[in-house]
C-alpha cells in the first residue's frame, strides 16, 4: 500500500490518531505524493462527506505540503473551516506542525491570523469556538509572535474567553491570558467584538459569577489593566458606533467601571446623542444628569433629545426643561420649538406650558424662533403662544402630493419562464451532479424532458442523466423514505433512478407506497396533489411506456398553460390517454376565459381526452368554490399544556358535486385540517394559478401555524397575488397574517403583496379592513408588527389603499368591549391619520368621534381627536 492509500484509509475511517502516526513517518516523497493526492480527492467528495473527512484531511494537508503559502490556504478553505471539534482539531494540526522549523511556523501563524475570516455563527453555535481561530492563536502562543491587526482574531479571542467562563473559570482566565494586553485595546475598534461580550452578559451571568465584561472593570480595578485606557476605549467606541444597537456590551462596561464625575466626557456624550443608539442615550442621559452643565451645553444637550424620534427621550427633555435656570431659557426654547411639530398632543401641549412659563427670560432670537415654530400649533395653542410671545400668523399646509396607482413602487410580474430544455444534452446540464434544491418551474419543465425525449430516444436520455442518476443515487447513499413521500423536488431525482434503474426505483417506490399508506391523509391537499403527480412521472417511466408529451408544463410564470398550446398538445397525444393528474392538473391551469377560436378548435378533436378539454372550455372550467372565513379558537399545535390560539380561519366548498377526488380535495377546508404547515407552498399557486382565493384559504391555514412560528413561506404572497380568479377574505387573511410576522423582511413581503394587488385595481380594502380588525382583536397579529408595515405601505405610495382598509379596520377596533383599547392602537391611528392626509379624506369612521371624547388623558384620545379634525368629523 503506498503513501497515499494508507492515508486515505485512515482519513475515510476518522482514524486521526494513526493518520498522525503516519504521516510523521512518510519520507519527502511521500509527502509530495501526498500533497499531489489531497486536492483531487477533496474535490470529488460531496460537501457532507468533506466535513465528515475535514478532521483528517487537514491534518495530512498541514503535514505533506511543503510551503506555509499551501498550508494556509489549505487549512483555509471552505469545505475544511468548519472542523467537527475545532479544539481537538487545533492540537492534532499543531502537533504535526512542530517538526518544522521555526521561522517556517512563525509564517504560518501569521497568515493564520491575518487570513481568518469573520463567522457567520449566532450566539450559542459558537460554542466549539469560530472557525480557524483555536489552531491561530495556538500557533501565535507557541511561536511568540504578536498576532497581526485582524478583527477576526479579537472576536474569535473574545468568544474563547467567554467559553472558559462558561466552562466555570475565574478571573484568571483573564488575567493570565498571554493575548490579554495586545487584544484589550483592539476590541474597541473591532467590527464584530459586540456579539460575544453581549451574549456573554446575557446568559454567563445567571449562572456564572464571572462575565467578560466584569473580568475587564475588575482587572482595570485591580490595576492589571489601564483603567483609562478603557474608559477612553469606550468613548472611542461612542464616538465611531454609538448609533449601532451593537453598543450595549460597552455601555455596560463603562457603567462597571463606575467613572467619577469628572471623567465624563460631556462634550463627547452630548455630541453622539441625536443618533446614539437607546443604550447609548440612555447612559449619556444618566452621566449628563450627574455633572454640571453650562447654559451652552444644557442647550445642547435638550435640544438632541428634543430631535429624537422616540417620545421617551422627548420626555426625558421636557422634564429637564422644566428646571431649566433663566441662563438656560434660550437652549430650552429652542429645544421645545422643536417639539411644537410633534404629533403627539401631549406632548406639545406640554412644550407650549413650559415655553410660557420661560418666555420672561428669552432673547430676541428665541422669541422669533418660538413665534415661527408656532405657527403649525393649533389655534388654541398658537393664541397661547401669541398672547406671550407675540403675534403669531398660521400657516395653511399645503396639499400634500397624492400618488395615483400607477406612480406606486412595486415591481409587477413574476421571473420569466427559462427556455426549454431543447436536447438531452441541455437535460443534462439542467439538471447538474447531485442533490440540489429544485423550484416549481424546473421541476416542471424537467420531468417534460424526460418524458419527451424518452419517447424520441431513449439511449440518448439515458446517457444524459445517467451521471446524475449516479451521483445522487450511488452505493451507500441513505434514503430517507419519508422525505421522499414529502418533497416533490427530492422526488424528481427518482425520475432519474426510474430511468435508469426501473427495478430499483420501483422498489423504492413500494417503500414510499408504505408511507403514505401509514398516513394517507398526511400533508395538505396541494401537497399531496403535487407530490402524486410527479410519481405518476416516476411509474410512467418504471414501466418502460411512453407519452409523447406532459400536458401540464407551465407556459407563464404563474403556472398558466395557454389554452392554445393545451389543444396542440392534447392533438399531439392522438388517441393515447394521458396521465391522469397530469390531464387534470392541465386543466386548472387553464386561463378563466379563452379565445373563441380555441374553443373551436378544441371541439374538433376526436379523441376522449380532447372530448374532455373542450366540454372544460365550453363549460368555463372549474366553478369557484364556496369560502368562507371567520375567526375560531383551535389547539395551538406546537403547545405542549393544552394552549388555545385565535384566528381567522377558512371553511371552503366546491361549487359543484362530483368532482374527481384529487380536485375536490382542492376545493374542500374543513375544519379539522386547519393547523397544518407545509415546506413546499410555493408549489400551490402553480396548480391553480385562477383560482387565488382557493389557494390563499390554504396558504392561511399554513399561515396560522407558520407566522408564530416563524417559519411561514411568506415568499408565496407574490406568486399568489398575480395569478387570476376573485381575491376575498381570504385572500385578505392570509397577507395579514404575514403582517404579524416577526421578520420585518417578511412583513415586507406581505406590504408588496397589497400594492401589488392595489396596482392591478383588485384591493378588496373592505375584506383587508375586516381581516385586519379580526386578526387583532383575537390577538393573531399584534399592532406593533403590523402598523410599522401599513405605515410603509402608505409611505410606498399606496396611501388611499391603506386609508380605506384603516377606515373598515378602525370601527371594530374602537368599539372593542372590556373599555381597555387594544394595545398599540395609538400608533395605529397615527398611521391612519397620515394615510388621510395623503388621500385627503373626509367623512365619518363609526367610533372615533367617542373614543376622541372620552375625558381620560391617553395618547389614544389624542390621536383619535387628531384623526377626527383631519377627516373633519361626522357630516
Known amino acids: 500500500m503506498n503513501a497515499w492509500e494508507q492515508v486515505r484509509k485512515c482519513v475515510e475511517a476518522g482514524d486521526d490518531a494513526g493518520l498522525a502516526a503516519h504521516v510523521g513517518s512518510l519520507t519527502g516523497a511521500d509527502r509530495r505524493a501526498v500533497a499531489e493526492w489531497l486536492p483531487r480527492h477533496l474535490a470529488g467528495l460531496s460537501r457532507g462527506e468533506a466535513a465528515g473527512q475535514a478532521s483528517g484531511l487537514r491534518v495530512?494537508?498541514?503535514?505533506?505540503?511543503?510551503?506555509?503559502?499551501?498550508?494556509?490556504?489549505?487549512?483555509?478553505?471552505?469545505?475544511?473551516?468548519?472542523?467537527?471539534?475545532?479544539?481537538?482539531?487545533?492540537?492534532?494540526?499543531?502537533?504535526?506542525?512542530?517538526a518544522r522549523d521555526e521561522a517556517w511556523r512563525r509564517d504560518l501563524a501569521h497568515r493564520l491570523v491575518t487570513g481568518l475570516r469573520p463567522g457567520d455563527r449566532r450566539g450559542w453555535q459558537n460554542v466549539d469556538g469560530q472557525p480557524g481561530y483555536d489552531l491561530a492563536a495556538r500557533l501565535a502562543i507557541e511561536t511568540g509572535i504578536e498576532p497581526p491587526e485582524n478583527d477576526a482574531f479579537v472576536v474569535g479571542w473574545l468568544w474563547d474567553v467567554c467559553h472558559r467562563f462558561w466552562r466555570g473559570g475565574r478571573l484568571d482566565v483573564l488575567r493570565d491570558d498571554p493575548f490579554l494586553d495586545v487584544l484589550t485595546p483592539r476590541l474597541f475598534t473591532a467590527e464584530g467584538a459586540a456579539a460575544p461580550l453581549i451574549h456573554d452578559w446575557k446568559w454567563n451571568r445567571a449562572h456564572?459569577?464571572?462575565?467578560?465584561?466584569?473580568?475587564?472593570?475588575?482587572?482595570?480595578?485591580?490595576?492589571?489593566?489601564?483603567?483609562?485606557?478603557?474608559?477612553d476605549g469606550c468613548v472611542a467606541r461612542f464616538l465611531t458606533h454609538g448609533h449601532d444597537r451593537d453598543i450595549e456590551p460597552f455601555t455596560l462596561l463603562w457603567e462597571r467601571l463606575r467613572p467619577e464625575p469628572a471623567e465624563v466626557p460631556v462634550v463627547d456624550l452630548i455630541r453622539v446623542l441625536p443618533v446614539a443608539a437607546n443604550p447609548l442615550v440612555l447612559l449619556a442621559v444618566g452621566e449628563l444628569g450627574r455633572v454640571p452643565l453650562d447654559a451652552g451645553l444644557f442647550g445642547e444637550a435638550v435640544g438632541a433629545l428634543a430631535f429624537r424620534p422616540e417620545k421617551k427621550h422627548v420626555t426625558t427633555a421636557l422634564q429637564w426643561i422644566a428646571l431649566a435656570r433663566p441662563e438656560e431659557a434660550d437652549g430650552a426654547l429652542a429645544a421645545l420649538a422643536v417639539v411644537f411639530a410633534q404629533e403627539t398632543p401631549s406632548l406639545r401641549d406640554r412644550a407650549v406650558r413650559l415655553a410660557l412659563k420661560l418666555a420672561p427670560h428669552a432673547s430676541p432670537e428665541a422669541v422669533g424662533a418660538i413665534r415661527a415654530s408656532a405657527a403649525g400649533l393649533p389655534a388654541e395653542l398658537r393664541d397661547q403662544i401669541a398672547g406671550a410671545f407675540g403675534g403669531v400668523e398660521a400657516v395653511e399646509a399645503e396639499p400634500s402630493e397624492v400618488l395615483t396607482p400607477g406612480e406606486l413602487r412595486v415591481t409587477l410580474g413574476l421571473p420569466p419562464l427559462p427556455p426549454e430544455i431543447g436536447s438531452p444534452a441541455e437535460l443534462a446540464g439542467r439538471v447538474g451532479w447531485g442533490w440540489r434544491s429544485y423550484d416549481p418551474v424546473e421541476v416542471e419543465?424537467?420531468?417534460?424532458?424526460?418524458?419527451?425525449?424518452?419517447?424520441?430516444?431513449?439511449?440518448?436520455?439515458?446517457?444524459?442523466?445517467?451521471?446524475?442518476?449516479?451521483?445522487?443515487?450511488?452505493?451507500?447513499?441513505?434514503?430517507?423514505?419519508?422525505?421522499?413521500a414529502r418533497h416533490v423536488g427530492v422526488l424528481l431525482t427518482q425520475c432519474a433512478l426510474a430511468l435508469v434503474n426501473p427495478a430499483e426505483s420501483a422498489e423504492l417506490s413500494g417503500l414510499i407506497d408504505e408511507v403514505v399508506a401509514r398516513d394517507p391523509r398526511h400533508g395538505t391537499p396541494f401537497d399531496r396533489f403535487t407530490r402524486d403527480r410527479v410519481r405518476e412521472v416516476i411509474a410512467l417511466l418504471e414501466s418502460g411506456r411512453t407519452v409523447p408529451v406532459l400536458l401540464a408544463t407551465p407556459t407563464e410564470p404563474s403556472g398558466h398553460v395557454a389554452a392554445a398550446t393545451l389543444v396542440?398538445?392534447?392533438?399531439?397525444?392522438?388517441?393515447?390517454?394521458?396521465?391522469?393528474?397530469?390531464?387534470?392538473?392541465?386543466?386548472?391551469?387553464?386561463?378563466?376565459?379563452?379565445?373563441?377560436?380555441?374553443?373551436?378548435?378544441?371541439?374538433?378533436?376526436t379523441s376522449p381526452a380532447g372530448r374532455r378539454l373542450a366540454a372544460w372550455l365550453r363549460d368555463g372550467g372549474l366553478a369557484d368554490p364556496e369560502v368562507s372565513c371567520a375567526v375560531?379558537?383551535?389547539?395551538?399545535?406546537?403547545?405542549?399544556?393544552?394552549?388555545?390560539?385565535?384566528?381567522?380561519h377558512a371553511v371552503m366548498r366546491p361549487a359543484v358535486p362530483g368532482l374527481p377526488e384529487p380536485i375536490a380535495a382542492l376545493c374542500t377546508l374543513e375544519p379539522e385540517a386547519w393547523n397544518r404547515h407545509s415546506d413546499e407552498i410555493r408549489w400551490w399557486p402553480t396548480v391553480l394559478p385562477s383560482h387565488r382565493e382557493v389557494v390563499a384559504a390554504h396558504v392561511l391555514e399554513c399561515f396560522v401555524v407558520g407566522v408564530p412560528a416563524g417559519r411561514a413561506r411568506v415568499s408565496v404572497l407574490r406568486a399568489l397575488v398575480q395569478g387570476g380568479g376573485p381575491v376575498g377574505r381570504a385572500t385578505a387573511s392570509a397577507v395579514t397574517m404575514a403582517l404579524g410576522h416577526k421578520n420585518p423582511a417578511q412583513r415586507d413581503l406581505a406590504v408588496e403583496a397589497i400594492t401589488i394587488?392595489?396596482?392591478?385595481?383588485?384591493?378588496?380594502?373592505?375584506?383587508?379592513?375586516?381581516?385586519?380588525?379580526?386578526?387583532?382583536?383575537?390577538?393573531?397579529?399584534?399592532?406593533?408588527?403590523?402598523?410599522?408595515?401599513?405605515?410603509e405601505l402608505v409611505f410606498s405610495g399606496a396611501h388611499r389603499e391603506t386609508w380605506a382598509i384603516l377606515a373598515e379596520a378602525l370601527p371594530p377596533l374602537l368599539g372593542r368591549s372590556g373599555g381597555r383599547p387594544v394595545h398599540g392602537m395609538a400608533d395605529l391611528l397615527g398611521v391612519a391619520?397620515?394615510?388621510?392626509?395623503?388621500?385627503?379624506?373626509?367623512?365619518?369612521?363609526?367610533?372615533?368621534?367617542?373614543?376622541?371624547?372620552?375625558?381620560?388623558?391617553?395618547?389614544?384620545?389624542?390621536?383619535a381627536r387628531v384623526l377626527l379634525d383631519t377627516i373633519g368629523g361626522p357630516e
Open 208 to 231: 456564572n459569577e464571572n462575565t467578560a465584561i466584569g473580568a475587564l472593570a475588575d482587572l482595570a480595578a485591580e490595576g492589571r489593566l489601564d483603567r483609562r485606557a478603557l474608559l
Open 833 to 863: 391619520v397620515k394615510a388621510a392626509v395623503l388621500a385627503g379624506a373626509r367623512g365619518e369612521v363609526p367610533g372615533l368621534a367617542e373614543a376622541a371624547a372620552r375625558k381620560a388623558t391617553s395618547r389614544v384620545t389624542d390621536m
Open 632 to 648: 375560531a379558537t383551535t389547539p395551538d399545535p406546537d403547545s405542549y399544556d393544552d394552549r388555545e390560539t385565535s384566528a381567522a
Open 757 to 791: 394587488l392595489a396596482v392591478r385595481g383588485e384591493l378588496a380594502a373592505a375584506d383587508f379592513g375586516w381581516a385586519l380588525a379580526q386578526s387583532v382583536r383575537s390577538g393573531a397579529v399584534t399592532l406593533k408588527r403590523a402598523t410599522p408595515a401599513l405605515e
Open 445 to 484: 419543465q424537467i420531468m417534460a424532458a424526460l418524458v419527451a425525449f424518452t419517447h424520441v430516444d431513449r439511449e440518448a436520455t439515458l446517457d444524459a442523466v445517467r451521471p446524475w442518476c449516479e451521483k445522487v443515487w450511488g452505493r451507500d447513499r441513505y434514503v430517507d423514505h419519508s422525505s421522499l
Open 568 to 605: 396542440d398538445r392534447v392533438a399531439r397525444l392522438g388517441d393515447a390517454e394521458p396521465l391522469p393528474l397530469d390531464f387534470w392538473q392541465a386543466l386548472l391551469r387553464l386561463p378563466r376565459t379563452a379565445d373563441p377560436e380555441v374553443v373551436a378548435r378544441a371541439g374538433r378533436l
Open 60 to 98: 495530512a494537508g498541514a503535514a505533506c505540503f511543503s510551503g506555509a503559502a499551501q498550508v494556509a490556504a489549505w487549512l483555509d478553505r471552505r469545505d475544511l473551516r468548519l472542523p467537527q471539534w475545532p479544539r481537538d482539531d487545533a492540537e492534532r494540526v499543531a502537533e504535526v506542525l512542530r
